[in-house]
């Protein structure tokens, strides 16, 4: 076969074309409808809302990301004003241009580079059939921006619009700070391999610098910064690393799990174009280091990429982002260099499949649905200005009970136990408690002491949803004693069977349990009553099964029956307790991903 005959022979760039974007297109259907809240993506979300209400981030509100991303998103935020899932979405949607930018940006840079089309859309389309990629792409995140301020600032280097370059490469690492060290070998090795040339690149940089701290300065939010973003951050080296997250990381696109899985290794859970990205990614780092040129100043920053990431104590599936962007180009110089185009096709082809199998049948609809409930019951069950405790602000439009942490990562976790920041008091008790993982960890292992007050005077609704309720078991002749958390009328119920209920003896493990039997948990009260309890508000004794109690009032009260009773002075109308989400379903979408047929607009009622 003659040369011109092969090429008439081989596949068509325009057929790859079609593959990319309809792998793009299917990852939309997760977007909308089945993949759940990632809890950044509610502090992303809460943190733009504020800057589009006018609040400075650090002088208003604590934070320890740099804030670009929130900046540029604000506006959107005034498009969207419920309390529920619909409102974090919409975020989503308007970061689609960002992601379609980006690869827009590496198909330029990759052109430049000398690589062909056909490869170039390959590469493309086999991060846009990756799990590695899309799940994280999906979600309202500050990578998004940092990945297409990293793939602008390169372009710029090519065509050597250095201070250009420069004032974008900084403007990434306002956008995620994570990237700090990628940014510094980026503009480091441009300076080396290109020398006098590059020095507006250093400009670029400083005058960018100058401006954004310029900004801080006029908002006086500049000592803030420092303090939040620097200083606080610094105090993750009192975490304790989780060994072998890098390596788990890299082995999820091949199916096999060996941290937080009830499974080593699932066959549907395979990636097939997150494999073929690492696997031909890492064969382009090495092609790179012999083809020299523009590919190895890519390779450098790849490196740096991966060691940087390599080295972090906490490594979650969305700091390889930019570990798949930076390794479209290393793919595609591999893929050229492939004489069978026909076995690249059926490679993507394969891929694809898997994506759209990835994307239709391995949601957690559910998990979205019962997020959706959360937030929307907590919204109904309290009113604007109220204070909300949890460990991600659940309640959109609510005030966080617990300054400064607003939310309670592992960062701050470590900050009150060195003490560097002040610990919880719930001087002003919250008008509820979303009990959420963080929540837990935070009474686990950060303050036990507040564990005695709040299962005394708040109980579960939803597993995640506490609101404020005195309860207590009393043994015959035992007496307990509240606080009225909330002003509001209270009912009063009396049960001797709820004593044995396991909320009475471990409330933590009852309110934690996500077993599959947990709808046992559920619990109906009786009719409104006070039968052998003597109750008494402020020192006077009161026998009526409703009260109109006031926040600070004393109440005691005495079982003077034979047997054990529960009490529950419940300041909801709620008849039903401990109300489950159906089983595997999480506030946290935690559990792992099952092969099943989708369910679009899936609910839970309450």
């Keep these: 076969m003659t040369q011109e005959a092969a090429e008439v022979a081989r596949p068509p760039a325009k057929s790859v074309i079609v593959l990319a974007l309809v792998a793009a297109a299917v990852r939309l259907i997760p977007l909308q409808f089945l993949h759940p809240l990632n809890w950044d993506e509610i502090e992303f979300y809460r943190a733009t809302s504020w800057i589009g209400e006018g609040r400075v981030p650090f002088r208003d509100f604590w934070e320890h990301h740099t804030p670009l991303m929130w900046v540029l998103f604000a506006p959107f935020t005034w498009l969207a004003k419920g309390p529920g899932?619909?409102?974090?979405?919409?975020?989503?949607?308007?970061?689609?241009?960002?992601?379609?930018?980006?690869?827009?940006?590496?198909?330029?840079?990759?052109?430049?580079?000398?690589?062909?089309?056909?490869?170039?859309?390959?590469?493309?389309?086999?991060?846009?059939?990756?799990?590695?990629?899309?799940?994280?792409?999906?979600?309202?995140?500050?990578?998004s921006l940092g990945c297409m301020l990293v793939m602008a600032g390169l372009v710029l280097a090519q065509r050597e619009r250095y201070f250009a370059a420069g004032?974008?490469?900084?403007?990434?690492?306002?956008?995620?700070?994570?990237?700090?060290?990628?940014?510094?070998?980026?503009v480091l090795a441009l300076l080396v391999s290109r020398r006098s040339r590059a020095w507006p690149l250093a400009a670029g940089?400083?005058?960018?610098?100058?401006?954004?701290?310029?900004?801080?300065?006029a908002t006086h939010s500049l000592q803030a910064l420092y303090l939040q973003v620097w200083r606080d951050n610094l105090a993750e080296k009192y975490a304790t690393p989780v060994?072998?997250?890098?390596?788990?990381?890299?082995?999820?696109?091949?199916?096999?799990?060996?941290?937080?899985?009830?499974?080593?290794?699932?066959?549907?859970?395979?990636?097939?174009?997150g494999i073929a990205v690492l696997l031909l990614g890492f064969a382009g780092l090495l092609l790179a280091f012999r083809l020299r040129g523009q590919l190895l100043l890519l390779a450098v920053v790849q490196l740096t990429n991966l060691l940087f990431i390599s080295s972090m104590k906490f490594i979650y599936n969305y700091h390889f982002a930019l570990v798949v962007i930076l390794m479209i180009p290393l793919v595609a110089a591999v893929l050229e260099r492939i004489p069978r185009r026909g076995a690249v096709v059926a490679l993507l082809l394969v891929a694809c499949g898997v994506s759209i199998f990835a994307a239709l049948f391995r949601g957690k609809e559910l998990d979205r649905a019962y997020q959706d409930r959360i937030m929307n019951e907590v919204d109904a069950r309290t009113r604007p200005g109220d204070e909300v405790w949890s460990g991600i602000t659940w309640a959109l439009r609510r005030e966080p009970a617990y300054r400064p942490f607003w939310f309670l990562p592992e960062l701050s976790r470590q900050l009150v136990r060195e003490g560097l920041a002040p610990r919880y008091t719930p001087a002003r008790p919250p008008a509820a408690v979303i009990f959420d993982h963080n929540v837990l960890l935070w009474l686990g292992l950060t303050q036990g002491e507040l564990v005695p007050y709040f299962v005394t005077h708040y109980i579960p609704v939803w597993r995640e949803l506490w609101m404020p309720a005195m309860n207590g078991r009393l043994p015959a002749g035992a007496q307990a004693r509240w606080i009225v958390p909330r002003s509001g009328r209270y009912r009063v119920y009396v049960s001797p069977p709820l004593a044995r209920h396991p909320w009475f003896r471990t409330p933590l493990q009852a309110a934690a349990y996500k077993?599959?039997?947990?709808?046992?948990?559920?619990?109906?009260?009786?009719?409104?009553?006070?039968?052998?309890?003597?109750?008494?508000?402020?020192?006077?004794?009161?026998?009526?099964?409703?009260?109109?109690l006031t926040a600070g009032q004393h109440v005691t009260g005495l079982n003077e029956s034979p047997e054990d009773l529960a009490v529950i002075i419940l300041s909801t109308d709620d008849r039903v307790l401990f109300r489950q989400p159906p089983p595997g379903v999480t506030l946290e979408?935690?559990?792992?991903?099952?092969?099943?047929?989708p369910h679009l607009g899936a609910r839970i009622d309450p």
């Design 167 to 186: 004032a974008v490469f900084c403007l990434a690492g306002f956008a995620n700070l994570r990237l700090g060290p990628v940014l510094v070998v980026a």
């Design 589 to 597: 979408g935690e559990t792992t991903r099952i092969t099943h047929v």
């Design 205 to 217: 940089g400083f005058a960018a610098l100058l401006v954004c701290l310029a900004c801080f300065a």
């Design 243 to 273: 060994i072998g997250a890098f390596i788990h990381r890299l082995l999820v696109p091949f199916g096999v799990r060996i941290i937080a899985s009830d499974r080593l290794f699932e066959l549907a859970a395979v990636d097939v174009g």
């Design 515 to 548: 077993g599959p039997d947990a709808a046992r948990l559920t619990f109906t009260l009786p009719a409104p009553g006070v039968a052998g309890i003597a109750l008494t508000v402020g020192g006077r004794s009161v026998d009526g099964a409703a009260l109109d």
């Design 85 to 143: 899932v619909d409102a974090i979405v919409m975020l989503r949607w308007a970061q689609v241009p960002v992601w379609i930018a980006t690869f827009w940006l590496a198909n330029l840079w990759m052109r430049g580079a000398g690589l062909e089309r056909f490869a170039r859309w390959a590469a493309m389309t086999l991060a846009l059939a990756s799990s590695l990629l899309m799940i994280p792409a999906v979600e309202y995140r500050v990578d």
